[in-house]
């Protein structure tokens, strides 16, 4: 089933984001993690890939086991940092013939230690040229791309976030999907004015469940997103490890139960390639 049409059939298709490990003991805890989120009949997995390109290969390496072990489709990361034109059709080359089928096309980060992001010589300075050369020269893939329900964090305004994402979903974007975010408000907000500028395909809320408090401030902090006073509070009742998955997990049922009955196209979870919040997150959720 194309992307396009994967989240026009009804119900709630979900997703599972990864990344490459590290070690080779990180990755046989990966497949069995994706093992338990397999019981959810996910969509599809997708995998991310180190700061300029740093882990293409495990990447490639991630999609390819994981749709073997689970027959899902897979969608592979794709940035324009630190590539040329010809590198990024190299990767869609060999992301092809391994089996991919989706591409979650970004721009992508600055490198570590700058503050803006310059294209090399020969390559992409916006995600929307990357996502035209995927539509006109690699058909096969479904395309999503990445939005931003509290604005990205280099965006001078939301109006001018918003035509950047219009730019990508022109180009031939099949979804939207948005960086985490604690408060269904700001997503149901953006998903408005995606629609009002004309933005018609679907927009999948994506979330990280909270299982450690610091840990949550710190990539909350990253890329900007809020984390609502209320929720901060019930974390600081009690520090143990055990009461803030409690708080996190409950929380984000509460996130997804709500933007089910509220209409979403699809949900997409950033599990950091566990399976336990997920699963424990999912339980508790009436999908329909």
């Known amino acids: 089933m194309?992307?396009?049409?994967?989240?026009?059939?009804?119900?709630?298709p979900i997703s599972f984001e990864l990344f490459p490990p590290k070690t080779p003991a990180g990755f046989e805890s990966l497949y069995e993690h994706v093992e338990s989120l397999k019981q959810f009949d996910p969509a599809f997995f997708t995998c991310t890939y180190g700061a300029g390109g740093s882990t293409q290969n495990s990447t490639l390496d991630v999609v390819r086991e994981v749709k073997r072990r689970t027959g899902k489709p897979v969608a592979s990361h794709l940035t324009c940092v630190g590539s040329t034109q010809d590198q990024l059709r190299s990767y869609l080359t060999e992301a092809g013939a391994l089996g991919v089928d989706y591409i979650v096309a970004l721009r992508g980060d600055p490198p570590k230690g700058?503050?803006?992001f310059t294209a090399v010589e020969g390559g992409f300075r916006y995600a929307n040229e990357l996502v035209d050369l995927i539509h006109r020269e690699f058909p096969a893939f479904g395309i999503a791309v990445a939005g931003y329900p509290e604005v990205h964090q280099e965006a001078v305004d939301a109006n001018v976030d918003l035509e950047n994402l219009k730019r990508k979903v022109d180009a031939g974007a099949d979804c939207v999907v948005t960086q985490l975010?604690?408060?269904n408000d700001d997503f149901f907000?953006?998903?408005d004015a995606c629609q009002a500028a004309g933005i018609e395909i679907p927009i999948i809320p994506g979330l990280l469940p909270i299982t450690n408090f610091a840990q949550a401030q710190r990539i909350a902090s990253m890329c900007k997103a809020r984390l609502p006073q209320g929720?901060?509070?019930r974390f600081n009742e009690n520090d143990t490890a055990d009461w803030q998955l409690k708080v996190?997990?409950?929380?984000a049922q509460q996130q997804t139960n709500d933007l089910i009955r509220r209409g979403i196209d699809g949900l997409h979870l950033y599990v950091l390639n566990k399976s336990q919040a997920a699963a424990e997150v999912l339980?508790?959720?009436?999908?329909?």
Do not use: K, M, P
């Open 2 to 12: 194309s992307l396009s049409q994967l989240f026009r059939n009804g119900g709630c």
């Open 189 to 191: 907000r953006f998903r």
């Open 114 to 116: 700058e503050t803006s």
């Open 283 to 288: 339980a508790g959720v009436d999908r329909g």
């Open 231 to 233: 929720l901060v509070d």
């Open 181 to 183: 975010f604690y408060d």
């Open 248 to 251: 996190g997990i409950e929380h």
